[in-house]
């Protein structure tokens, strides 16, 4: 892990980008140390158009005692492009404008190739961050695409409790793992997502095997996910991370 900028936040909170190789990402610690740590995961947007939302949720986390670290996915932002993925996205775009269902050939092509690429990745990711003294466990997983989350909980012992939000394309095979899912959960859905098919999100859900796991439904759409739904999520993290 190559520390490349280091800034101090008005309430306190320092923030370092880094890199992994070629991954970017973004390490934010509260004065407290060493922190337990939450990973911030965010939609494949690109770390700088995710940023003002993705500091917000940082400087929250910190307010409560825990370090946050993010990276960039595979074919955002500044890295390299990744054509099948493009293509992907575009076929998305094109069934959603024409009023189609959109099939699962699509949701696997756009998802699956993520999931294999992103995991492996918040692992190195992981592994670097817990080598920091700054950094002390245990570790919990917050947001983005839920189909990395579930991956991610059932491959990943170090991860103590996740929040998952619902409101992206799940594959099928990914229903399947999520029956593995053991961790506590706590899982966002906005009841009026438009581009979110809610039954979907419902048996998703209902598929997780863990023994703690609530679900929070808000009324709106994607991005409407009120204020308090954040403090929420952080007495969830506070009960099963300190």
């Known amino acids: 892990m190559h520390f490349t900028s280091e800034q101090?936040?008005?309430?306190?909170?320092?923030?370092?980008?880094?890199?992994?190789?070629?991954?970017?990402?973004?390490?934010?610690?509260?004065?407290?140390?060493?922190?337990?740590?939450?990973?911030?995961s965010h939609p494949p947007l690109g770390l700088r158009k995710m940023?003002?939302?993705?500091?917000?949720?940082a400087r929250?986390?910190?307010?409560?005692?825990f370090a946050t670290a993010t990276i960039e996915l595979?074919?955002?932002g500044d890295r390299p492009r990744w054509p099948a993925a493009e293509q992907a996205r575009a076929d998305l775009r094109?069934?959603?404008?024409?009023?189609?269902?959109?099939?699962?050939?699509?949701?696997?092509?756009l998802i699956l190739p993520l999931v294999d690429k992103a995991v492996p990745?918040?692992?190195?990711?992981?592994?670097?961050l817990l080598s920091l003294p700054e950094i002390g466990g245990p570790v919990g997983y917050s947001g983005g695409v839920i189909s990395i989350g579930i991956r991610l909980a059932v491959v990943e012992p170090?991860?103590?409790?996740?929040?998952?939000?619902?409101?992206?394309?799940?594959?099928?095979?990914?229903?399947?793992?999520?029956?593995?899912?053991?961790?506590?959960?706590?899982v966002?859905?906005?009841?009026?997502?438009?581009?979110?098919?809610?039954?979907?999100?419902?048996?998703?859900?209902?598929?997780?095997?863990?023994?703690?796991?609530?679900?929070?439904?808000?009324?709106?759409?994607?991005?409407?996910?009120p204020q308090f739904a954040g403090d929420a999520a952080a007495q969830f993290f506070t009960r099963h991370l300190k």
Do not use: C
């Not at 094109?94 to 092509?109: K, N």
């Open 51 to 57: 940023y003002p939302r993705l500091v917000a949720r």
């Open 60 to 65: 929250h986390s910190a307010a409560e005692g």
């Open 188 to 225: 966002l859905l906005q009841w009026d997502d438009e581009g979110n098919n809610r039954q979907a999100a419902l048996d998703l859900f209902d598929a997780f095997s863990s023994k703690e796991k609530s679900l929070h439904a808000h009324l709106g759409g994607h991005t409407g996910v």
């Open 8 to 40: 101090r936040l008005d309430d306190g909170v320092l923030e370092r980008e880094f890199t992994l190789g070629e991954i970017p990402g973004i390490l934010w610690t509260p004065a407290s140390a060493p922190a337990p740590l939450i990973l911030l």
């Open 74 to 76: 595979p074919g955002s």
């Open 94 to 109: 094109r069934a959603m404008e024409a009023g189609e269902p959109v099939s699962d050939e699509i949701v696997d092509a």
């Open 121 to 128: 990745e918040w692992q190195v990711a992981l592994d670097a």
């Open 158 to 186: 170090r991860i103590s409790a996740a929040v998952l939000f619902a409101g992206s394309f799940v594959p099928r095979a990914l229903f399947e793992e999520a029956r593995q899912v053991t961790i506590p959960l706590h």
